[in-house]
C-alpha cells in the first residue's frame, strides 16, 4: 500500500513538474511576442483619430536612442504635452532595436519607414498621417516641392532651422495656434543643449 502511495505522489509530483514547465514555456514564447504589430497599432491609432477629430503622429525609435528619448521628452513635457495631446494621437514605432533586444520591434513597422522613404535616415523619424491614413508630413526638411526621395531627417528637431520646420509642419497639420507654436519651439530649441 505504501508503495502505491509514493507511486502517486511521484506521478502527481512528475505532473505538476510538467504543468509549471508548460506554463513557463507559454509564458516565455508569450513575452517574446509581446510587440504589437505596426498594422494593428496603426489600426488602433487611426480609429481614436477619426472618434477625436486629430491626426496621427507616429515616432520610429529604438530603446537605445538618445534622441528618441530626446523627442519624447520634449512633446511629454508639462509645457507642450497638451498641444501635442490635443491635435495628435502620437504612438510609437520600434525598429533598429539592438541585438538582444530585437523582439521588441514592431512587426511591420520597417517597411513602413521603407514606404516613405525613412529608412536611410536615422531615428527618431516621425510622420504624420490624417485619420485615413494619408500622409500630411513626415520629418525631413527638404527643398520646396521636394518628393519624398529628398530632405534630410531633422529627427528631434533642435537647431533654428529644424524647428523653424517642425513648426511649420505642425501649423499645417493641427489647429495648434501661434502662442502654442512659440511655447513648442522654445522648447524644442532647448534640444539643441
Given at each position: 500500500m505504501r508503495c502505491n502511495t509514493f507511486r502517486q505522489r511521484a506521478i502527481i509530483m512528475k505532473s505538476w513538474v510538467l504543468l509549471v514547465a508548460g506554463y513557463m514555456l507559454i509564458s516565455a514564447v508569450g513575452e517574446a511576442q509581446l510587440a504589437k504589430s505596426a498594422d494593428e497599432i496603426l489600426k488602433q491609432a487611426y480609429s481614436e483619430a477619426a472618434k477625436e477629430q486629430k491626426n496621427v503622429f507616429v515616432i520610429f525609435h529604438?530603446?537605445?536612442?538618445?534622441?528618441?528619448?530626446?523627442?519624447?521628452?520634449?512633446?511629454?513635457?508639462?509645457?507642450?504635452?497638451?498641444?501635442?495631446?490635443?491635435?495628435?494621437?502620437?504612438?510609437?514605432?520600434?525598429?533598429?532595436?539592438?541585438?538582444?533586444?530585437?523582439?521588441?520591434?514592431?512587426?511591420?513597422?520597417?517597411?513602413?519607414?521603407?514606404?516613405?522613404?525613412?529608412?536611410?535616415?536615422?531615428?527618431?523619424?516621425?510622420?504624420?498621417?490624417?485619420?485615413?491614413?494619408?500622409?500630411?508630413?513626415?520629418?525631413?526638411?527638404?527643398?520646396?516641392?521636394g518628393g519624398l526621395e529628398t530632405g534630410d531627417n531633422t529627427g528631434c528637431p533642435a537647431s533654428e532651422t529644424e524647428v523653424a520646420n517642425f513648426l511649420k509642419v505642425l501649423k499645417k497639420t493641427s489647429s495648434l495656434k501661434e502662442a502654442e507654436l512659440a511655447i513648442i519651439q522654445k522648447r524644442f530649441r532647448e534640444n539643441e543643449n
Amino acid at each position: 500500500m505504501r508503495c502505491n502511495t509514493f507511486r502517486q505522489r511521484a506521478i502527481i509530483m512528475k505532473s505538476w513538474v510538467l504543468l509549471v514547465a508548460g506554463y513557463m514555456l507559454i509564458s516565455a514564447v508569450g513575452e517574446a511576442q509581446l510587440a504589437k504589430s505596426a498594422d494593428e497599432i496603426l489600426k488602433q491609432a487611426y480609429s481614436e483619430a477619426a472618434k477625436e477629430q486629430k491626426n496621427v503622429f507616429v515616432i520610429f525609435h529604438a530603446s537605445w536612442c538618445g534622441w528618441c528619448k530626446k523627442m519624447d521628452a520634449a512633446m511629454n513635457d508639462q509645457s507642450v504635452k497638451k498641444f501635442f495631446a490635443d491635435n495628435y494621437v502620437i504612438c510609437h514605432l520600434v525598429v533598429y532595436e539592438s541585438k538582444g533586444k530585437e523582439t521588441l520591434e514592431n512587426p511591420g513597422a520597417l517597411e513602413l519607414l521603407k514606404r516613405y522613404k525613412g529608412e536611410e535616415q536615422g531615428i527618431p523619424y516621425w510622420l504624420i498621417f490624417d485619420k485615413h491614413g494619408k500622409l500630411l508630413a513626415d520629418s525631413k526638411l527638404r527643398p520646396e516641392g521636394g518628393g519624398l526621395e529628398t530632405g534630410d531627417n531633422t529627427g528631434c528637431p533642435a537647431s533654428e532651422t529644424e524647428v523653424a520646420n517642425f513648426l511649420k509642419v505642425l501649423k499645417k497639420t493641427s489647429s495648434l495656434k501661434e502662442a502654442e507654436l512659440a511655447i513648442i519651439q522654445k522648447r524644442f530649441r532647448e534640444n539643441e543643449n
